[in-house]
């Protein structure tokens, strides 16, 4: 049996070679850590496979490019770790130098912290679930990290202010916008990496506060994350219309040829996708028709009023439906050329500031994203309609978030609570926002389309531990990626 030692190494020369591992201390703190120590009690390995150290190719299994689902209640994975390659691009992304501060949102396995840790970092990781503290606490220290990573059961939502400031909070689960709190524990020039809902994606964003809020935000990199239930998931007025599933999309009646042989890599063509939800808030995913588009799913323009819209696919090709089926054709394209006459701008190369007084009150995140033009704010808010009896905050801290993110009365309020990704819900969600997941959740990616996914049980499913659907959330059942 291949050494644990040799295929860690050769799954970072594998990393290395995609051109996914770069930095020399996050190729370094791949190669010390073992991953298989943060999956002891085994993981979902396809069909209704649970894999464990016992199975003689469990290790072959871990050292793969793939997130491993760790922890599934009622079919519905609820922890996991996450896609190595898009943990060492968020790693490199939060640019560490030893002693750093770093606040993670949802310790999940652990694994990261031991990364981040191992590359020096001070790392201070909060979870609500008390059996993925314990399983995390646990694994840290059979690898000598206990002393080093302090992980702690409490609302991630709340950050923790007994360690702060922070140089840095990385936030691992799908959001529709940050806490005011986390802002609130940042040291100055620090900032919160998150992916942050955007057209039907999540987008990992660089959010630095200012003022009373937010001050800038800057792309960084295409990602897909199981999304947040509770507040930081809600749906806001103007969001981005919510993603279609498989046969959801109408048959296509019109059209249109490709751009692009080969078609864009999947880099590529989330950067085309940015841009478009940059430039029209109909945007979202689609797995496409009954069949779907042979792939995993793509970028649509929605008409919600009469039913279809027209999907830009990888090679520049767009097929519409619905009773507008010409106009929305015709207005994929432009888009699509519009993109190709910006430079075809990278995630990266887009980012947003505060709007000026009296441009319009608050956009939704990125609803006027200009290549390296600031020209929108990004609030750490929304509507709350009410605090649960639950809540570890209650209603006066809700009106002190209120009162501080936005600087005068009047706006929404966008956010103001989670439930997952180590957050417990701090108020009631507004218009139920879809199937979302229970608490705990430290960022299970990965790049398949977003149909609904049940999984086997299995033995670490622990009923007892919190991660059921709390007072002001709605009920959870399907994975999505």
């Not at 690898?143 to 409490?154: E, K, M, P, T």
């Not at 140089?167 to 940042?186: A, E, F, K, M, N």
């Not at 998931?233 to 103007?238: L, T």
């Not at 441009?359 to 006027?368: C, I, N, Y």
Request: aromatic letters at 8%.
């Amino acid at each position: 049996m291949t050494s644990s030692a040799e295929l860690r190494r050769r799954y970072v020369e594998e990393l290395r070679g995609e051109g996914l591992l770069s930095d020399a201390e996050v190729i370094r703190a791949f190669g010390a850590v073992p991953r298989e120590e943060f999956v002891a009690y085994g993981f979902h390995a396809g069909g209704d496979r649970w894999a464990g150290p016992a199975d003689p190719d469990f290790l072959t299994l871990v050292y793969r490019n793939h997130p491993l689902v760790t922890k599934v209640v009622d079919g519905v994975p609820v922890s996991s770790s996450s896609q190595p390659s898009l943990m060492a691009a968020m790693i490199e992304g939060l640019d560490l130098r030893p002693g750093t501060r770093v606040l993670e949102i949802g310790v999940g396995t652990g694994y990261n912290a031991a990364l981040m840790s191992t590359m020096g970092a001070r790392v201070t990781a909060v979870d609500i679930a008390p059996d993925v503290v314990d399983r995390a606490s646990a694994a840290l220290a059979r690898v000598g990290l206990a002393d080093v990573v302090d992980v702690r059961l409490g609302d991630g939502y709340l950050g923790d202010p007994a360690n702060a400031p922070y140089d840095r909070i990385i936030v691992t689960v799908g959001l529709t916008g940050v806490s005011p709190r986390w802002l609130d524990q940042l040291a100055p020039g620090g900032f919160v990496l998150a992916p942050v809902e955007h057209a039907g994606n999540h987008p990992v964003l660089r959010v630095w506060p200012g003022g009373s809020g937010v001050g800038e935000v800057r792309g960084l990199l295409r990602a897909g994350f199981m999304s947040a239930a509770g507040p930081l998931a809600a749906r806001y007025p103007g969001a981005f219309p919510e993603p279609r599933r498989v046969g959801e999309f109408p048959e296509p009646t019109v059209r249109q040829p490709a751009r692009w042989r080969p078609p864009l890599d999947v880099f590529r063509y989330h950067d085309l996708w940015f841009a478009v939800g940059a430039w029209d808030r109909r945007t979202t995913f689609s797995a496409g028709p009954a069949g779907g588009w042979g792939g995993p799913g793509g970028c649509v323009l929605l008409d919600e009023v009469h039913g279809g819209g027209a999907a830009i696919l990888a090679d520049g090709s767009v097929q519409a439906a619905g009773a507008q089926a010409g106009r929305y054709a015709a207005e994929a394209l432009a888009l699509r050329d519009r993109w190709v006459a910006r430079g075809r701008p990278r995630i990266s190369d887009w980012r947003a500031g505060p709007a000026a007084p009296g441009a319009g009150g608050l956009d939704p995140v990125l609803s006027r994203f200009r290549p390296d033009v600031p020209l929108t704010a990004l609030r750490p808010m929304f509507r709350c309609r009410g605090v649960p009896s639950r809540s570890p905050t209650g209603p006066g801290r809700v009106d002190a978030d209120y009162r501080r993110s936005t600087g005068s009365a009047g706006f929404p309020i966008r956010q103001i609570g989670n439930s997952v990704a180590g957050c417990s819900v701090v108020c009631g969600a507004g218009r139920d926002s879809g199937p979302r997941q229970p608490g705990g959740i430290a960022g299970g990616d990965t790049a398949v389309g977003r149909q609904v996914r049940r999984f086997p049980a299995n033995p670490s499913a622990d009923r007892s531990s919190g991660d059921q659907p709390r007072s002001g959330t709605s009920a959870w059942s399907s994975y999505r990626p």
